[in-house]
Nanobody, 125 residues
Framework: QVQLAESGGGLVQAGGSLRLSCAAS????????MGWFRQAPGKEREFVGA????????YYADSVKDRFTISRVNTKNTVYLQMNSLKPEDTAIYYC??????????????????WGQGTQVTVSS
């Protein structure tokens, strides 16, 4: 079992920044990939980006590339999502999720094994 807990959401003006955290506990040493997703009201949950626990390589959705950065601190079992130049369309509940095994990159919600409860990000215009 892996438990994930997001934090750091809130209200920010357009153009501002927020940093979300995702703290993992449990079978984290076996995890392969940590992903970030978001879900806006009335929309499907969408992929934001992901990071490999080993090596730290990252992959992003085109909509957030060059604005969002994912990093991790393995010793803390924590992954971060730094969000800069925020836009109103970034408003959503943000979730972290982990996939235990694999190779390559995974963008679909069904590809992930465990999920956090989500944290709300609201960007005002």
């Amino acid at each position: 079992q892996v438990q994930l807990a997001e934090s750091g959401g809130g209200l920010v003006q357009a153009g501002g920044s927020l940093r979300l955290s995702c703290a993992a506990s449990g079978r984290t040493l076996s995890s392969y990939l940590m992903g970030w997703f978001r879900q806006a009201p009335g929309k499907e949950r969408e992929f934001v980006g992901a990071i490999r626990w080993s090596g730290g390589s990252t992959y992003y959705a085109d909509s957030v590339k060059d604005r969002f950065t994912i990093s991790r601190v393995n010793t803390k079992n924590t992954v971060y999502l730094q969000m800069n130049s925020l836009k109103p369309e970034d408003t959503a509940i943000y979730y972290c999720a982990t996939r235990l095994y694999g190779s390559g990159w995974y963008r679909n919600t069904g590809d992930y094994d465990y999920w956090g409860q989500g944290t709300q990000v609201t960007v005002s215009s």
